[in-house]
């Protein structure tokens, strides 16, 4: 398991799964993820069934709540609402990145509310720059954002461009008022860490490790 290099605001468990950890130690499946912006609140201790979004939260103890990836970004974030643990964790891929999710996560603590400048927040292991090739739409698209920048993208081997997907998470989350010492990220690239993680550019295409989070 890698856990993120910050210290979170309160007691909690959470980190990023690897191909090494047991099945047995990974959480319920909650989510049946689809690349979009929908973000749901956990159900309850004991509950079961699964919600369609890329976000779950939760303010309850002991609710372990988590994403399954294999090249998108895990997103967790820790934070107080009103003297109260929240905690919440997020799929993004490009599509996600692009449509916002990361702000819809930051802008529902803060609606309930949390103080952004205090969230703590880590992103996990994902396909990191040098191995995510994509099209000159999603560069394109990634380009309205506020937040961009121009070194998120750079020309690959092949001629085609590949963005910096973490990076550009990362910009949207400072741009929002995130506070980079508030930030805990596991920088490692699913393609290159062939021995630790799974990806799916890679050839993976049923197995995931998982960005989760539990309040104690």
Avoid: Y
């Amino acid at each position: 398991m890698l856990t993120p290099q910050v210290t979170p605001p309160f007691p909690l468990h959470w980190g990023f799964s690897t191909k090494l950890d047991p099945p047995a130690d990974l959480p319920l499946l909650r989510l049946s993820q689809v690349h979009g912006c929908g973000l749901v609140e956990a159900p309850g201790l004991g509950s079961q069934g699964i919600q369609e979004a890329d976000g779950i939260w939760t303010t309850t103890a002991g609710v372990c709540i988590g994403v399954r990836v294999a090249d998108c970004v895990p997103i967790l974030m820790a934070g107080l609402v009103v003297g109260k643990p929240w905690a919440a964790v997020l799929h993004a891929g490009w599509r996600g990145a692009v449509a916002g999710i990361f702000r819809r996560g930051i802008d529902l603590f803060q609606a309930q509310g949390g103080e952004v400048e205090m969230l703590t927040w880590a992103l996990g292991p994902s396909i990191q720059q040098c191995h995510f090739e994509v099209g000159e739409e999603v560069i394109d698209a990634a380009r309205l954002d506020p937040a961009w920048h121009p070194s998120l993208s750079a020309a690959g081997p092949r001629g085609r461009p590949h963005l910096d997907l973490p990076g550009f998470l990362r910009a949207q989350g400072v741009h929002l008022g995130l506070s980079p010492s508030r930030e805990g990220s596991v920088n490692l690239c699913t393609v290159c860490q062939e021995q630790l993680l799974w990806s799916f550019r890679r050839g993976d295409r049923f197995e995931r490790q998982w960005g989760w989070i539990e309040i104690g």
